[in-house]
């Protein structure tokens, strides 16, 4: 089945700074990656997705990349600021209908 | 409703002790998935529901795990006989269809085995 392996475990930077998560994937059918963010005792929630089809997408302070071909991808955030500080998880899943399979998660913290 | 609703939100049950966990998901979602997660571990896939039938249960830890699910509607977690590792949250989530869209975390239902 599908692996996905995330690093770093955690990251600290500076108010300002960006941030960068990393995800590998086993599975070359994966065609959909979402990232999600989860704040100390909530639900995970959808930050940012992107499909098989392109390379790149952008929204806001948030951006993701996939290179398909050395089947990995990131997470970037720019100008962070304290209220990004949470737990981000990446996942993969193939197109037809299989589990959501998701990585080990970042505790990113951004220090005032 | 208008997102995945789980109940309780908080079970404390005593070992050896049968729990039933609850989720009912986005009206229309025909995908369903249950996690879980140990205090400030990652997400543990546990089972995947498409419509009533289950293709993959391969993440449940042991045969005292079951689940099922009526139709495209509520899903409900068992677990018999619990033990004290089975302290962690379980989340459900939906998703509209199979493939690539976002699922949709209920709140979870945080079970500590005493």
């Known amino acids: 089945g599908e692996n996905v392996e995330q690093h770093p475990s955690t990251l600290s930077v500076q108010e300002g700074d960006s941030a960068v998560i990393k995800c590998t994937y086993s599975?070359?059918?994966?065609?959909?990656f979402p990232w999600y963010k989860q704040e100390l005792g909530k639900r995970p929630q959808l930050i940012i997705d992107?499909?098989?089809?392109?390379g790149e997408k952008k929204d806001q302070r948030i951006a993701v990349t996939l290179n398909k071909t050395a089947k990995h991808f990131s997470l970037h955030i720019t100008e962070t600021q304290p209220e990004d500080s949470a737990v981000y998880f990446c996942?993969?899943?193939?197109?037809?209908?299989?589990?959501?399979?998701f990585g080990e998660g970042t505790q990113l913290t951004v220090n005032p | 409703g208008a997102g995945v609703s789980q109940s309780p939100s908080n079970k404390v049950t005593e070992k050896g002790k049968d729990v039933e966990l609850r989720c009912d998901p986005i009206?229309?979602?025909?995908?369903l998935y249950w996690y879980r997660q140990r205090l400030g571990q990652g997400l543990e896939f546990l089972i995947y529901?498409?419509?009533?039938?289950?293709?993959?249960k391969s993440g449940l830890p042991s045969d005292r795990f079951s689940a099922e699910r009526t139709g495209e509607s509520v899903s409900t977690l068992t677990i018999q006989r619990t033990q004290q590792e089975d302290s962690a949250v379980y989340l459900c989530?939906?998703?509209?269809?199979?493939?690539?869209?976002?699922?949709?975390f209920g709140q979870g239902t945080r079970l500590t085995v005493v």
């Open positions: 992107i499909r098989s089809n392109v």
């Open positions: 996942a993969a899943s193939k197109p037809s209908g299989s589990r959501l399979t």
């Open positions: 009206s229309g979602h025909t995908a």
């Open positions: 599975d070359s059918a994966s065609n959909y």
């Open positions: 989530a939906s998703r509209p269809d199979r493939g690539r869209t976002e699922a949709f």
């Open positions: 529901f498409q419509g009533n039938s289950a293709p993959d």
